[in-house]
Each structure stands twice: as structure tokens, then as C-alpha cells.
């Protein structure tokens, strides 16, 4: 399981410039805001994707002496480490911008803000990551209809996000630790799924 | 003598392609080849092996254990080369090497290092930048450093230039010198199977024709070379294949001595390569 997980961390390096680049743009110039870091943890997440995809390396795994079982749940445990990391890392370095110069950063990146797009991973993962397990990435149809809906579905949040931020409401704040739970659940019912599926699969 | 692997009426449907009841069995020590042409059923029969298809039905046992019920076992013993490169192109051997290493119990560090100096693979070489062969041969490593004892391979000449598929059958050839390791291994480069195999396996359309010792393939098939007045009933079932061409035909006999035999003066009767096996039972018209 640790190997998959570092497997899917080598795979993040060979694009490290690109995303800290990215992040540490969105840190200086947007930092009062979650929605780059939901773009940042996408990123992260579908890289080892991809790379799986691009290498056809998922044939390589199942005949490796490891349960199919494992690769899938490797999968959504790296989503969830990615979050986590992409959380505090940003959270820390908003701290250290704050402290070294709090006229220029006025305030610490709140955790709801950070949470909040890291959720919305969660559910956009949760969705796709079925159809990945079923017919790879590469499903060009399938991917069609997943990049149709996040686009939607990204366009309508953020839409909200500003409409309700313009009439003084903190959505986030609110709900939060409902959504969060909510979003574990769907994340277990997906990752359910992703192991029936990937149990009965054909390479 | 002792099987490595045994496959009984093995059966796997897809739409369009069955491949149907195949039996073969492999003995430790051996190296077995499966021949047939494109579509024939290898790469199916390889994937039932490794359980990444599942099967309708019959019986896959390796080191005596049934593929699906002891995968994890059977897999930690099996090394296993695909066709095509299946490494993470943007990764370094050594860093593949750190992924794959751990999921094996064996793992043997010294023979690995040895194994990438022997081959000239340098570590630090991203698995982009290497070569059909080199990757082949990095695949090997792997396999060789867990001490995999059946050793699979689909397709590993095909694309390689022939002094790499020399040097990569010589390898072959003496992994199993000892004694309980076997390898199967499928190819349409027939000759490479001329030089090392020890049993061929001949699959063809989905079909099993054959699966016998290298001495019993070359003892028993011939080509039938003379006049088209060959093409009798009574000869009919004599013949696999038949090719006609102006002046006569050329036919393909499963039963050399009974040929050689039967026909005394205007025939030409000589040993049938694999190629030949290959090139005339597609062809078939047997019964004439």
C-alpha cells in the first residue's frame, strides 16, 4: 500500500516546478482565497492518473503480487493525503506570509476556505474515480461527460461562491462539518464501487 | 515429470473471438513456446495465466496451485514481461525499482545490481530514454531479482533487432540451467523458438493444433512437395495444409513417416519449419 502511495508521490515530482510555481503565485497574489487550491489539489491528484494511463502501468500493477484491492484503496488514500498536505502547507505558508509581512497579507488563510475546495475534490474524485477504475482514463467519451460536468459543476459553485460572498453570507462556515461528513460517505460509497469494479476488470 | 504449469480445457469467449478448450502443460526445467499468428489466442492464453482475464472455464494450476485462489502466492513467483513497455516512462530504473521491489518478499538487492550491471542498464537512466531491448532486458532484471521461478514473456522478441534477440535468448537459455525454473514464452519469430525452445505449444484461431517437444514437432511435420495429383481423397488426411500453385502443390503433413512412406518417386518430402507449420495450417484444406 505505502509503495503505491510513494509510486503516485514520485509520479507528482516530475511536475513540481509547474505546481509550486502555481502555488506559490496563488499564495502571493490570492492568498484570501480556497478556489486555486482546489485547482492545485486537482492537478495533483490526476498527474498519477494520467501518468497510468499514458504508460499503460495499471497492467503492470495487477500483475504484480498485490490485491487489486489494495491498488484501488492506495488511490483514494493518496487523494486524501494529497488534501491533507495541500491543506497545510497552504494554511503554513499563509501563517509565515502573515507573520513576515501582515501589511501586504492581511489575514491567515481561514481553515473553512480551505476546506471547502478540498471537499469538492473529494466529490469530483469520488465521481470519476469509478469510471477510471472501469475503463481507464483514456475512455474518451466517459472523460467528455466528466470534464462536461466539473466544468459545470466548478462554473456553478464558483457562481455561488461569489453571489453569496457579495450579500455578506459565509456558506462554508455553516455547514461545513456536515458537508465534510457528507463528502467521507460519498468518498466510502465510491470507493465500494471502485472496488467491485476493478475486482471484475480485464486487463 | 514434475509441471510447473498445467492448463486444462482452458475457455475464454470474447465477442467475436473464442479461444477454445486449450490443454497444455509445462514441466520445471523447460522452456515452452506459443507460436501462432496474430489473433491466434496467446496473448489471451498468457493473460488467463496471469488471471489478468478471467476465464469461462477450465483449469489454469501453477507450482501446482489453481491461478485464482493462490494469485498472490503464484504472482510473487511468477516474473512476467509484457509486449509492450509498461514502466513509467518519466521514472528512473532506480526509482522504478524502488516501487516494484517492495511488493516482493524475495527480493534480492545483489542480484539486482548485478543483474543492471551484467545488461548495462545504467540506474540513473530515465525508462524513456531506453531502448525495446534495454527495456527488456530491464524487465528480466526484475523478474530474475525476486527469484521468480516461471518466467512469462509475451511477444519479448518481436521489435528487437537480432543481435539483441540473440543476446536476450542466450539469456534465456541459460536461466535455466537451473533446474527448477521454466519459461514461457509466446512469438511469430519462429526462429527464436527453433534455437531455444524445448516445447512448442501451437495455437491457431483460438485452437490448440499442438503442444509437443521440439523433436516431436520436427520429427513429425514435413512438407510435401510434387504434383497436384497428390491431391487425392485417399491422401486427404495425410495433408494440414495444402498450397496450390501452377505446376503443383505443397502440403503440410502431420505424419512425416507415414508420408515418407507412402509417397517413393516424384516427391520432394522435407522437414517443416515452424514457419512452415505456421504458414500452411492457416491455409488448411487438408481433405481434398
Aim: charged fraction near 20%; aromatic fraction near 10%.
Amino acid at each position: 500500500m505505502f509503495s503505491l502511495i510513494l509510486k503516485d508521490f514520485m509520479l507528482l515530482r516530475v511536475r513540481m516546478w509547474f505546481q509550486v510555481g502555481f502555488w506559490v503565485f496563488f499564495m502571493v497574489n490570492v492568498s484570501g482565497s480556497g478556489i486555486p487550491f482546489l485547482i492545485i489539489s486537482l492537478i495533483m491528484v490526476s498527474i498519477p492518473i494520467g501518468a497510468d494511463e499514458k504508460n499503460k502501468t495499471e497492467s503492470l500493477l495487477v500483475s504484480l503480487p498485490v490485491k487489486r484491492s489494495t491498488i484501488v484503496i492506495a488511490r483514494y488514500l493518496y487523494i486524501l493525503v494529497v488534501i491533507a498536505l495541500v491543506m497545510a502547507v497552504t494554511y503554513f505558508s499563509s501563517r509565515v506570509l502573515h507573520i513576515l509581512s501582515p501589511a501586504q497579507f492581511e489575514r491567515v488563510v481561514p481553515f473553512d476556505w480551505l476546506l471547502a475546495p478540498q471537499l469538492f475534490v473529494m466529490f469530483l474524485m469520488s465521481l470519476a474515480l469509478p469510471i477510471i477504475f472501469r475503463y481507464g482514463s483514456h475512455l474518451e467519451a466517459g472523460i467528455r461527460v466528466i470534464a462536461v460536468s466539473i466544468s459545470v459543476i466548478i462554473g456553478a459553485v464558483i457562481l455561488l461562491i461569489v453571489i453569496w460572498d457579495s450579500m455578506g453570507i459565509d456558506i462554508f462556515s455553516i455547514k461545513l462539518v456536515y458537508t465534510s461528513l457528507g463528502m467521507g460517505v460519498v468518498m466510502l460509497i465510491s470507493m465500494g464501487i471502485s472496488l467491485l469494479i476493478y475486482k471484475r476488470r480485464e486487463f | 515429470m514434475e509441471n510447473i504449469l498445467e492448463i486444462k480445457s482452458l475457455r475464454k469467449e470474447y465477442d467475436g473471438f473464442i479461444l477454445k478448450d486449450i490443454s497444455f502443460a509445462l514441466p520445471y526445467g523447460y522452456i515452452m513456446g506459443l507460436i501462432g499468428p496474430n489473433g491466434a489466442g496467446k496473448t489471451t492464453t498468457i493473460k488467463s495465466i496471469m488471471n489478468l482475464l478471467r476465464r469461462n472455464s477450465g483449469e489454469i494450476k501453477i507450482f501446482g496451485k489453481d491461478n485464482r485462489e493462490h494469485e498472490l502466492e503464484i504472482k510473487s513467483r511468477i516474473g512476467f514481461v509484457y509486449d509492450t513497455p509498461t514502466f513509467y516512462e518519466q521514472l528512473s530504473l532506480k526509482q522504478m525499482k524502488t516501487i516494484i521491489a517492495p511488493f516482493y518478499k524475495s527480493w534480492d538487492e545483489g542480484i539486482f545490481q548485478r543483474c543492471m550491471k551484467d545488461f548495462e542498464l545504467p540506474l540513473k537512466a530515465k525508462v524513456r530514454t531506453l531502448s525495446r531491448g534495454m527495456h527488456m532486458k530491464f524487465a528480466l532484471a526484475l523478474a530474475l531479482s525476486h527469484h521468480a521461478e516461471l518466467i512469462i514473456m509475451d511477444e519479448p522478441t518481436s521489435g528487437l533487432d537480432p543481435v539483441f534477440r540473440r543476446e536476450l535468448l542466450d539469456i534465456l537459455s541459460a536461466l535455466i540451467q537451473d533446474e527448477r525454473k521454466s519459461i514461457l514464452f509466446s512469438t511469430h519469430v519462429t526462429s527464436d523458438l527453433e534455437r531455444i525452445a524445448d516445447y512448442i505449444t501451437f495455437i491457431h484461431k483460438g485452437e490448440l493444433i499442438f503442444s509437443l517437444t521440439r523433436d516431436e514437432v520436427f520429427e513429425n511435420y514435413g512438407v510435401v512437395k510434387g504434383g497436384k495429383d497428390l491431391l487425392t481423397e485417399e491422401n486427404g488426411g495425410l495433408f494440414a495444409g495444402v498450397r496450390q500453385h501452377r505446376y503443383g502443390i505443397e502440403a503440410l503433413t502431420s505424419n512425416l513417416p507415414e508420408a515418407r512412406k507412402k509417397f517413393k518417386t516424384g516427391v520432394v518430402i522435407e522437414k517443416a519449419t515452424l514457419e512452415d507449420i505456421m504458414f500452411y495450417t492457416g491455409k488448411g484444406g487438408g481433405n481434398v
